[in-house]
């Protein structure tokens, strides 16, 4: 089975503070990505990764920025977080093939900036 | 820019029904389409996958694709409660987009 494993299943911290998220897949997976997840919006692409050191910007990248140093990690990092990120993070993985391959995912870490 | 319609529910069936849920998609392009089940507090767990034309069926759940109506959904037979969730259709066609989901509800 896939495993998809996210560093934190709840976090709290302080606006301002610089959060780092982190993900680990064992599948040997090219593609990862980070999504946040709020209610009635629904899943939105932050950034995504489809190889070392390569990254892409989603559909609301605005302060975040990620790191892949290696194939099987991907960091998210809030770089001064702020309380408009309080979300639902959840982190994915899937084969390079992604327009063919289904994502599989992460439990998900609840981050809450106050 | 690439859309994916859920009616967001709430869909409530009674225990035993048929609940059937349904997804629009406007990329013509689009080649392979995924459903997804999350339960509440939880991520999403992949649970059908279609690629072509016509019916697929896993067990209590049959996906179904018309790609010339650009139109996908999932039904799910003999509700259980267990079943309560959301249901997210993703549709994929060079890159993955997500539907806001349906929340389904099966009340025993």
């Known amino acids: 089975d896939v495993k998809v494993t996210q560093s934190s299943r709840y976090l709290v911290k302080r606006t301002g503070e610089k959060v780092f998220l982190e993900c680990v897949q064992d599948m040997d997976h090219e593609n990862m990505f980070w999504y946040r997840q709020d209610p009635g919006l629904g899943l939105r692409l932050i950034y995504f990764?489809?190889?070392?050191?390569?990254?892409e910007k989603g559909d609301i990248p605005e302060g975040y920025s990620v790191s892949r140093e290696k194939k099987e990690r991907f960091s998210l990092i809030l770089e001064s977080a702020s309380t408009n990120q309080t979300s639902m993070y959840l982190c994915a993985s899937s084969f390079i093939d992604y327009s063919n391959q289904p994502q599989h995912f992460g439990d998900g870490t609840r981050l809450s900036i106050l | 820019q690439k859309e994916v319609e859920q009616n967001s529910g709430p869909l409530s069936v009674p225990e035993g029904a048929i609940a059937s849920l349904n997804c629009t998609y406007s990329?013509?392009?689009?080649?392979?389409f995924f459903w997804y089940r999350q339960y509440s507090g939880k991520s999403p767990e992949l649970i059908m996958s279609i690629y072509s034309n016509g019916d697929k069926e896993d067990g209590r759940f049959t996906a179904q694709l018309n790609k010339a109506s650009q139109y996908v959904s999932l039904l799910i037979r003999d509700s259980q409660p267990s079943d309560s969730a959301t249901y997210l259709c993703?549709?994929?066609?060079?890159?993955?987009?997500f539907g806001a989901g349906t929340r389904l509800t099966v009340k025993p």
């Open positions: 990764s489809y190889d070392v050191k390569m990254k």
């Open positions: 990329d013509r392009g689009s080649q392979s």
């Open positions: 993703a549709v994929s066609g060079g890159d993955m987009r």
